[in-house]
């Protein structure tokens, strides 16, 4: 959404920005409503909306990475126990695609592939997705409470995400404008709902630059604007890097308590494969323990 008019300065009314943000407003929410409304490529979105009704549901975006959701599915299993999962795949590549579905169908998890993306850049890329998911599983599939996470957001630890949402409608790691400004909005890779909180609510999980939000903050306008953040229990959240002696912003890892982000788009692509592989060696005891469960 554009910004309100008179947040706008006399240079942005002398280059015609009101107008010019509320053209390309109009324009994103345009392709938004079109998009939602297309069936899914793989999968029955109703089918899902069924499973999830009345109980507590986590979704994941799957982009491009089967590993990252082989990865993923069993450590939810272990550490969330009793939360449906659900995979979405906004993969392009039919390869990619097709090799996560094979890992959700191996593990016994619903996997639906999301339309043909009219987005290249991934924050709105994947802020549309969510969109998708919001208006063709969640709203009408009525859960008691759920989940948003990235696909390289992994458990670490026995967690239950949602207990925060006995006491409040939204948890997870709060993010704010650059420079911090009163917005905020939660990440879109770790975001928790109270859907009786928000049912009604026109949410949009995309982003919304001309407030200087990202995937998430087009929250902002019809729910984090009427939440009080200081009175909000938040995801504690650090940044360090995945080696000793590299610099965090070349190779961060992020704690979202005991969630590891691996912050995969980040780093030369031979840092990122050297930093899946100390991934896979952190989670490897807990992937060993989750081989051991009993089959559902």
């Not at 859960?143 to 006995?166: K, R, S, V």
């Not at 691996?262 to 807990?286: A, C, F, N, Y």
Request: glycine share 8%; proline share 10%; hydrophobic share 40%.
């Amino acid at each position: 959404m554009p910004k309100k008019l008179s947040d706008y300065t006399f240079a942005d009314w002398t280059h015609l920005r009101p107008l010019s943000q509320g053209l390309k407003t109009a324009r994103y929410n345009r392709i938004d409503r079109r998009y939602r409304q297309q069936p899914a490529k793989v999968g029955d979105p109703a089918a899902v909306a069924k499973m999830i009704t009345g109980r507590r549901a986590l979704f994941t975006v799957a982009y491009q990475d089967p590993q990252a959701i082989d990865l993923q599915i069993p450590l939810i299993r272990l550490f969330v126990p009793g939360a449906p999962y659900i995979v979405v795949d906004n993969s392009p590549d039919d390869d990619r695609a097709a090799e996560i579905e094979r890992i959700a169908v191996a593990h016994g998890v619903p996997y639906l592939r999301a339309p043909e993306n009219p987005w290249q850049k991934s924050s709105r890329s994947h802020g549309i997705v969510l969109n998708w998911i919001w208006h063709n599983i969640i709203r009408p599939g009525a859960p008691e409470m759920f989940g948003l996470l990235d696909h390289d957001l992994f458990p670490t630890a026995p967690d239950d995400p949602f207990a925060p949402l006995a006491t409040q409608d939204v948890y997870g790691y709060v993010r704010t404008t650059e420079p911090p400004s009163e917005r905020w909005f939660l990440w879109a890779g770790f975001t928790m709902m109270r859907f009786s909180a928000v049912r009604d609510l026109p949410l949009d999980f995309g982003q919304d630059w001309f407030l200087g939000l990202d995937t998430g903050g087009g929250n902002w306008g019809p729910l984090y604007s009427k939440l009080d953040l200081a009175k909000l229990q938040q995801s504690p959240s650090h940044f360090v890097p995945y080696r000793e002696g590299l610099a965090t912003y070349d190779g961060p890892f992020q704690w979202c308590g005991t969630w590891l982000h691996e912050v995969g788009q980040m780093g030369e692509p031979e840092i990122m494969r050297d930093k899946r592989r100390v991934v896979v060696d952190l989670l490897t005891p807990h992937l060993e323990a989750a081989r051991n469960l009993p089959p559902r």
